[in-house]
């Protein structure tokens, strides 16, 4: 079973991949958990390149790359055998992020960057997405709450930009039957027990 969650930052993503991972250890299941762009020593140098301020000269175009770069090697190096030996993996973010953010955001050839991600993951895609949704103004409260300090390159972008990204997620999911979008304002708890409904109910 590969899970993946997407959403803005903020939306509650990590939290939700925390409390599945709880729920599948307590049934005594081996889980794997995600973080992308990250999991492997390259990827993790990838993700150093891609969130460092210092890097604002970066092109859109070598954004989408990276990012591609740094999943092909996740996929490869650990989503994959850990799929084989029969783990349930969580990743907190895949390919429908760089959709959204390059495609979508960036404004890059969105027919190019869907076929990027094929070309990076090959036939190692989700069973399951969770578009966490929730809206700026969700995200100005919460950053307001609990600033987790320095915005990273992505983050430093515009309201116009994270406008696009969302409204790319929002026609992802009406386009994907395997995308649910959920209400990123309920609470923590009735969210993570949506998605365990969700998740028993493919498994029923
Ligand atoms: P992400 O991984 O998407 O950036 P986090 O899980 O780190 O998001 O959550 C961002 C902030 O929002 C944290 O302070 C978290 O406690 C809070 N949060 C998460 N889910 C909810 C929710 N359903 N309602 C209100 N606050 C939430
Ligand atoms: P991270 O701190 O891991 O995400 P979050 O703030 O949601 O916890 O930062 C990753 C940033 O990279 C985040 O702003 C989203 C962005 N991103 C893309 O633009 N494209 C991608 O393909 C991925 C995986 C992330």
Redesign the pocket.
């Known amino acids: 079973m590969f899970i993946t969650f997407e959403?803005i930052?903020?939306?509650?993503?990590?939290?939700q991949v925390r409390l599945l991972e709880e729920y599948y250890q307590n049934l005594g299941k081996e889980v794997l958990l995600i973080r992308e762009p990250g999991g492997t020593k390259i990827s993790e140098k990838i993700r150093d390149l891609l969130l460092d301020k210092k890097n604002m000269v970066m092109t859109e175009k070598t954004e989408a790359l990276l990012f591609a770069a740094a999943r092909a090697q996740l996929v490869n190096e650990v989503i994959k055998p850990a799929l084989e030996r029969g783990a349930i993996v969580i990743s907190?973010r895949f390919h429908h992020s760089s959709i959204a953010y390059q495609g979508y955001g960036r404004n890059l050839d969105l027919h190019f960057v869907e076929n990027l991600q094929y070309f990076a993951i090959s036939d190692t895609v989700p069973d399951i997405t969770f578009f966490i949704h929730i809206t700026l103004d969700e995200v100005a409260r919460?950053k307001m709450?609990?600033n987790r300090g320095g915005d990273d390159r992505i983050e430093l972008s515009k309201d116009e930009f994270y406008h696009k990204v969302i409204d790319g997620y929002i026609k992802l999911s009406e386009s994907d039957p395997k995308m649910k979008l959920i209400d990123?304002?309920?609470?923590?708890k009735t969210?993570h027990s949506d998605i365990v409904d969700i998740l028993n109910s493919l498994s029923a």
Do not use: A
């Open positions: 959403g930052d903020y939306s509650g993503k990590s939290t907190d919460r709450e609990n990123g304002t309920k609470r923590i969210i």
